[in-house]
């Protein structure tokens, strides 16, 4: 894969920015094919959503899905023991 983004934001897109007369909304476009392998994560209310787009001619989804089963665990591993290096991750391991 060339083209892979994984993001992570820390306010959730819904939110507007006034800045003086304009206003500044955070968006998230309903397209795929920007890149081959694009992952969001922002935040929902007292938990997080996600969007997931990929390349489905250039990749398995079943590799989409193990990658983004893989996230999940270390993410949750992380928040249980956020001192753990995450390259000692379980998760991690093969």
Known sequence: MDDVVFQTLAEPLEVAVDVG?????????DVVGRFDFELGIMPRGRGFGAKLFYAGDRLDPAWAHVFV???????????AAPDTRIARSPSLRT
């Open 69 to 79: 089963a893989t996230y999940v665990s270390v993410a949750a591993e992380v928040a």
């Open 21 to 29: 007369r304009a206003r500044f909304e955070g968006m998230v476009p």
